[in-house]
């Protein structure tokens, strides 16, 4: 299924499930995921993030994993090895497991934490998950062995009923470590009905419904197994990103200082992976080197036999997490990235003019959002400065799209802990269309208004988000009439054609602690 088809199918779908009304007055509804993860700190990290934001999805599933990092045997002293792994780089041999405790329960840990929390939380948002549904959808999967998709798990049997379940489609599976739990619950489906009467339309299905959310392929399972069986899922993210490691000189968010007021407070705070918290995944892990790196440099780390593979940060300095963009383009900004992989939002978006087929791979990268800027799409200057990734500008009043993700973090962490409403900071409310139909060189009314539930100021900015299939020249630039109020007009260009789409974007910054952004995305599809 190529990339057009993919996102036609998307329109349709997204159609079906928001309806028309509810696109006009800026509501949908939330996207279907299920997470599945190794034992890594980052992953820690990221879950605690994706738990604060769970107001913003359907929660499927949450499923302990194995990677080429991490995977815990199968209790029969079977060893295993591959050439290359991180234990044959280390010099080491065959292993019974690797980096993977036992009784790993890291994520149940979390739920714990944000059980404590969620009297708080539901204040703020009453939408948060029950912590006993969240304990109903956690499950191990596929974790005894690296790459291992031969057998059955309850992590692969909770993929495979969402897969075929005749719930709301997309279902976008993320993996923060390895693709076996993944690919057991394909292969098991694949045994069950390829060769039946059925076969045709659930590969169709399949097709359509699931979107895979990959933090690279941590266990060469999508190469080996999923590219090649099940060419035509639909792979949202491949690339992976561990984030910022020298974050603290680039953004007060993750310094020492900002992390001990913001984020490690509370119970859920008190899981927040630092640099020389002195905590380890698994003890005696000597590839897990930030936690025991208080007050060490480099060269004693090293000498005490730690893997130290990028430079160590200041003690308290919030440790990436480096799989968040699995989930970014499914937070509820108002930029609606999940609806359509070229939209762009937290994480990016695909830029389908790059990449290069690999294995299977499609021939689409996520990029930064600069990418839009290249070709005759656009110039910088027609970019909002919160799209421009780099250093946040001193007074913090807007800040990259990489401030506003732990901005909203940080505020959700301080609503765990705040048991008043009007304690904390929430986000501006913004209202009005999602879509707009007009005629070339028509002139339309925009009729958006915005609010503040705590009162806070607001600045708004209307911005042209050149991501629609309008192309500007490169002498044209596009904007609305009155770019800093809620309700404005927009002129059409006259040589826009029919079917073209036009992306308007209305962006609130509130001046709360911390500041707090929202969006509202406006289509107008020319007629």
């Known amino acids: ?33 299920i997470v599945t993860c190794d034992p890594e700190l980052d992953d820690n990290n990221s879950m605690i993030r994706f738990l604060l934001h769970a107001t913003d999805y359907q929660i499927d599933g949450l499923v302990y994993t194995s990677s080429r990092f991490h995977w815990k045997n199968d209790g029969s002293g079977r060893t295993q090895f591959i050439a290359n792994s991180e234990y044959d780089q280390m010099g080491l041999g065959p292993q019974t497991s690797w980096r993977f405790v036992d009784d790993e329960r890291f994520i149940d840990d979390i739920i714990d934490a944000y059980e404590q929390c969620y009297p708080n939380l539901i204040v703020h948002d009453p939408s948060y998950p029950t912590p006993e549904y969240l304990r109903s959808v956690t499950v191990y999967g596929n974790c005894a062995f690296e790459g ?37 619950a394909l292969r098991s489906i694949a045994e069950d009905y390829r060769g039946t009467d059925e076969w045709d339309a659930l590969l169709e299905k399949i097709n359509r419904k699931v979107i895979l959310c990959l933090s690279g392929d941590q266990d060469n399972v999508y190469n080996s197994y999923i590219a090649l069986e099940w060419p035509d899922i639909y792979v949202q993210n491949l690339g992976g990103s561990m984030g910022r490691y020298d974050n603290s000189k680039w953004n007060y968010l993750t310094s020492p200082e900002w992390t001990a007021e913001w984020m490690r407070t509370g119970p859920l705070g008190g899981l927040v ?40 940060q200041p003690e308290g300095t919030l440790y990436s997490d ?6 970014y383009q499914l937070i509820d900004n108002g930029l609606r990235a999940w609806e359509d992989p070229t939209w762009g939002g937290w994480s990016g978006r695909w830029d389908i003019r790059k990449g290069e087929p690999q294995s299977g791979h499609p021939a689409y990268l996520m990029t930064d959002l600069r990418a839009i800027m290249n070709g005759t799409r656009t110039s910088i200057s027609n970019l909002p400065a919160l799209l421009k990734r780099g250093p946040v500008e001193e007074d913090h009043s807007f800040p990259d799209m990489y401030g506003e993700r732990n901005l909203s973090e940080s505020a959700r962490m301080r609503w765990s802990v705040t048991p008043e409403y009007k304690d904390a900071n929430h986000y501006p409310v913004l209202e009005g269309p999602m879509e707009l139909k007009a005629r070339a060189g028509e002139s339309i009314a925009i009729k958006a208004r915005c609010s503040d539930p705590d009162g806070d100021r607001v600045q708004l900015k209307w911005w042209y988000f050149p991501v629609g299939s309008y192309v500007l020249t490169n002498e044209q630039t596009l904007s609305v009439d009155s770019p800093e109020t809620a309700k404005t007009t927009f002129k059409v260009p006259e040589d826009a054609k029919s079917g073209d789409t036009i992306h308007l974007v209305l962006q609130a910054i509130d001046d709360g602690t911390p500041s707090l952004t929202r969006y509202l995305r406006t289509v107008i599809t020319v007629e």
Request: aromatic share 10%; net charge negative.
């Open 148 to 184: 291992d998709y031969s057998y059955d798990s309850n992590g692969s049997e909770l993929i495979r009923k969402n897969i075929l379940d005749d719930g709301p489609e997309p279902l976008f599976i993320q993996a923060w470590g390895g693709c076996s739990s993944i690919a057991a």
């Open 1 to 33: 299924m190529n990339f057009l088809k993919k996102s036609i199918i998307f329109a349709s779908v997204l159609s079906i499930l928001c309806g028309c009304n509810s696109r006009e007055s800026g509501q949908c509804l939330k996207p279907r995921t």
């Open 273 to 312: 992976r630092c640099w020389g918290d002195g905590k380890q995944m698994v003890p005696g892990d000597l590839t897990d080197f930030p936690g025991p790196s208080k007050g060490k440099t480099r060269e004693e780390m090293i000498k005490e036999g730690y893997v130290v593979w990028c430079e160590i």
């Open 322 to 327: 480096g799989d968040s963009g699995c989930f």
